[in-house]
C-alpha cells in the first residue's frame, strides 16, 4: 500500500473511530481482530451498498403489508431508513429476514455480489389464518448500490 492509500486508510479508521465512538484503547482491542481489519480496509459494500427487504406475496397481513412493500431499508451496516419504509411494518416479518442480512453481511465481508446468495427468500412467521394464524408474507431480500452522493448523506448521518 502506497503512503497515499495508507493515509486514506487512516482516514477511514478514524471516521470509523469518530462514528463508534471508540476510545484509542477501545479502537486498538477493535483493530487487533484480523476479521474487522479486513472489514474496514477491504469490504467496501458495507458502505456503498443498503439492504432491502420487500414483500412478494402478501396474504391478510395484519400490519398491512402488500408485495411490493419495502418493510425493510437499511444502510450495509444495518441502520434502518425509516423514511422509506411503510409507517407500520411488522417486527416479526424484519425478524425473520435477520438471518438473510446476516447472509449478505458475509458476502460484504467478502467483497462478493451481495445479490448471489442461494437463499434471499423468506417469510413471516405467521402462518395464514387457514393454519391457525392471522396472516403471512413472503418477503425477498437484496442489495442496492447507493449512488455516491447518497452515501455522503448517508455518512453525515452516521454510516
Not at 418493510?71 to 438471518?99: D, Q, R, W
Request: proline share 4%; glycine share 6%.
Amino acid at each position: 500500500m502506497d503512503k497515499e492509500q495508507q493515509e486514506k486508510m487512516e482516514r477511514r479508521w478514524k471516521k470509523f473511530q469518530d462514528i463508534q465512538g471508540y476510545t484509542d484503547e477501545e479502537m486498538a482491542i477493535f483493530r487487533s481482530n484480523p476479521e474487522y481489519v479486513r472489514i474496514i480496509e477491504y469490504a467496501p459494500k458495507f458502505i456503498t451498498h443498503r439492504i432491502i427487504v420487500e414483500v412478494v406475496e402478501a396474504h391478510n397481513c395484519i400490519a398491512g403489508h402488500k408485495a411490493g412493500d419495502r418493510i425493510a431499508v437499511m444502510t450495509g451496516n444495518g441502520h434502518l431508513i425509516t423514511e422509506e419504509m411503510p409507517k407500520y411494518v411488522c417486527a416479526f416479518a424484519l425478524f425473520a429476514s435477520i438471518p438473510r442480512v446476516y447472509a449478505m453481511w458475509e458476502r460484504f465481508h467478502e467483497d462478493l455480489d451481495p445479490d448471489g446468495m442461494l437463499f434471499k427468500i423468506s417469510r413471516c412467521p405467521d402462518v395464514g389464518c387457514r393454519r391457525g394464524g392471522w396472516g403471512e408474507i413472503v418477503m425477498k431480500i437484496y442489495a442496492e448500490e447507493v449512488p455516491k452522493e447518497q452515501r455522503v448523506k448517508l455518512g453525515a448521518a452516521k454510516e
